[in-house]
C-alpha cells in the first residue's frame, strides 16, 4: 500500500493539530448524542412520579434510619 492510500480528510496522527480535530470531532459527536437523547427522554422525565412509588421510597428511607 502506498502513501495516497490514506482516506480523503484523514490526517496523520503524528501531525501536531490532529488530537485538536479528534477533540472538536468528539465535541460534535457529544452535542449530537446529547441533543438526540433530549429529544427522546425530555418527556419522560417530565412526567409526574407515581405515589405509590414516592410512598415506597419514603417508606424504605424511614426503614433504614431505624
Known amino acids: 500500500m502506498g502513501k495516497n492510500d490514506r482516506k480523503r480528510g484523514e490526517t496523520d496522527p503524528a ?14 459527536f457529544d452535542v449530537w448524542l446529547r441533543r438526540g437523547l433530549h429529544q427522546l427522554y425530555d418527556t ?4 409526574p412520579i407515581p405515589e405509590d412509588l414516592l410512598r415506597l421510597i419514603e417508606e424504605d428511607r424511614t426503614s433504614e434510619k431505624k
Not at 501531525?15 to 460534535?28: L, T
Not at 419522560?44 to 412526567?47: D, G, S, T
Open 15 to 28: 501531525k501536531p493539530g490532529s488530537e485538536q480535530e479528534g477533540k472538536e470531532v468528539d465535541q460534535a
Open 44 to 47: 419522560v422525565a417530565r412526567e
